[in-house]
């Protein structure tokens, strides 16, 4: 059994942190559609994306390590209306990773709720330590701290066998959509 500490990511966490949710990842239905595959060229891709993400809207990040090495990683942003939609006119082709990759998060940005919550997400945890509690455990702590600001949750998944993990903590769906014809599930949640 793997014991595992729960912290606040350190600036030093960031590069281990973006390389851990790219393993986490890496076989998502919606990372293998727009990087075309699961190797490690698409992994690398997924990481630099994380990267992206952790350099200009960081959020609160939260980190589990078993010792020094970090296992899962769980980002919560506190967001007041929608996300930024990004490009207006995103090229319908589809035919470069990162225009496929627009095209997703536009879908996504488009879906977030317009009042004031907490976004989840990333979290992932390694594949070699799952079922281990480290993703409950970042849960637990993800649901705490909104439940003290009596906030709104919401998350996006394309991950069916995620859904029943969500919904332990509260989460329900809201709606759907179809992306790269890979059905992702808007989810939202109560303060308890």
Partial sequence: MSNFGI???EHDDIQESAKVLSIAMLNNPLHIAVYEGNGDKQRREIERGFLEL???????IFVAK????IVGVMRMNSCVGKRDKGEKDVPKDGKDANIRRSLWLKEWAERDPEEQHWHLGPIGVLPSHRRLGIGSSLMKRFCEEVDNCSAKAYLETDMIENVRFY???GFEVISTSDIFQIENRYMGRVPK
């Fill in 7 to 9: 912290s606040f990511m």
């Fill in 167 to 169: 919904q332990k903590s």
């Fill in 66 to 69: 078993d010792g020094e090495k």
């Fill in 54 to 60: 952790f350099k200009k809207r960081p959020g609160i």
